[in-house]
């Protein structure tokens, strides 16, 4: 069986600690990998803390391909995740001139007077791809690794989802092909039963079928419940097909 590439969701906040802010960006993100053929294996929600964070970076680099990272990126004190990636690099900062001069025009264009820590977000790791946000002033940023992708992006929500369709699903694309990246999923909907009485009926039907690159998910809602098959990077479809008609 090919291995399946696998990915670690970190978020940064004290906000989403709080519950001032839902964590949407992690729900999102969640469904975006699966779809991009990494599925996240694990989700980290982290304060502003710089030993919090080289922590959190440290141990899903060692145990994952691909690691994102959600906020954190702002001009104000609070956002230290640039620092903590320069400091995981053993990197430095250097002033990217296009996103300072993009940083300039955003405020100039809608007319709001620009704060000296705004200059900041030009500030970026030398080692780093500036993934350049035309909806903020905050770019994302990528470290390729031999076999590993690291991203940074905005937790902004539209800046996040922008980065990702405009950037991240390529270098995902680039770096593992579609083999590696094989996910066949299938939905089934059933009312008129609950979970566990459906449970029952089903799996002694279905679960001699059932390969060890399968998952299903038994999801209830008020209506009834819904079943999910998932396939990531099997060898066969036949296999597949088979447990979705038995």
Not at 119 to 143: C, I
């Amino acid at each position: 069986m090919k291995r399946t590439h696998t990915a670690c969701l970190i978020t940064i906040g004290n906000e989403l600690l709080n519950g001032d802010i839902v964590n949407t960006n992690a729900a999102w993100l969640g469904n975006f990998l699966r779809t991009a053929g990494i599925p996240c294996k694990k989700m980290v929600v982290i304060p502003d803390d710089q030993d919090e964070i080289l922590h959190a970076i440290q141990q899903a680099v060692s145990t994952y391909d691909l690691v994102v990272i959600s906020g954190g990126l702002g001009p104000t004190k609070d956002d230290v995740t640039k620092e903590v990636l320069a400091e995981y690099f053993d990197d430095h900062l250097i002033r990217n001139k296009e996103v300072e001069q993009h940083v300039v025009d955003f405020f100039r264009k809608r007319g709001r007077n620009m704060a000296e820590e705004n200059y900041f977000q030009a500030d970026v790791p030398s080692r780093s791809k500036v993934l350049f946000n035309k909806l903020g002033t905050a770019p994302g940023l990528l470290f390729d690794l031999p076999d590993k992708l690291v991203v940074a992006l905005p937790g902004v929500p539209y800046e996040l989802k922008y980065l990702c369709s405009a950037f991240l699903l390529s270098e995902i694309e680039k770096k593992w092909d579609q083999q590696e990246r094989n996910v066949r999923r299938h939905w089934f909907r059933i009312t008129g039963i609950g979970e566990s009485d459906l449970s029952a009926r089903l799996m002694p039907h279905i679960e001699p079928e059932i390969q060890p690159d399968m998952h299903l998910a038994f999801l209830p809602h008020p209506g009834g419940v819904d079943v999910c098959l998932t396939q990531v990077n099997g060898e066969s479809e036949q296999s597949f097909t088979s447990v979705v008609h038995s």
